[in-house]
Nanobody, 115 residues
Framework: QVQLVESGGGLVQPGGSLRLSCAAS????????MGWYRQPPGQQRELVAS???????NYTPSLKGRFTISGDAAKNTVWLQMNNLEPDDTAVYYC?????????WGQGTQVTVAS
C-alpha cells in the first residue's frame, strides 16, 4: 500500500508563490508516475501536472509557465512550484502516484489565493 503525504499549502496573496511537496512511501512500491490534481470549489478535479519516472513532464496547458513540477524518483517525491498565483488557483491540491496496482491519492492540501 502506498501512502502519500503532502505539505506546503496555505493562504497567499495574488501574485505570490507556493511550493507543494509530496512524498510517497510504502512497502514494495514501484511508482511509475507522480503528479498533482486540483479541485476548485464546486468543480471537478482536474490535472495540474505529472512527472514520470524517467523525468518526462505533462502539464495542463493553461498552467504551464506559472507551475513547474519537479521530482526525485529515488525518493518518490515530487514538488509543485506555483508562481504568480491567481484567485482562480484556489483549490484543494491532491498528489497522486500511479503504480502497477493503480492510482493512490494523498489527503489533499488547501491552497487559497486571496488578498
Amino acid at each position: 500500500q502506498v501512502q502519500l503525504v503532502e505539505s506546503g499549502g496555505g493562504l497567499v496573496q495574488p501574485g505570490g508563490s507556493l511550493r507543494l511537496s509530496c512524498a510517497a512511501s510504502g512497502r514494495g512500491i514501484g511508482i511509475d508516475t507522480m503528479g498533482w490534481y486540483r479541485q476548485p470549489p464546486g468543480q471537478q478535479r482536474e490535472l495540474v501536472a505529472s512527472m514520470s519516472g524517467d523525468g518526462r513532464t505533462n502539464y495542463t496547458p493553461s498552467l504551464k509557465g506559472r507551475f513547474t513540477i519537479s521530482g526525485d524518483a529515488a525518493k518518490n517525491t515530487v514538488w509543485l512550484q506555483m508562481n504568480n498565483l491567481e484567485p482562480d488557483d484556489t483549490a484543494v491540491y491532491y498528489c497522486y502516484a500511479q503504480d502497477l496496482y493503480g492510482i493512490h491519492w494523498g489527503q489533499g492540501t488547501q491552497v487559497t489565493v486571496a488578498s
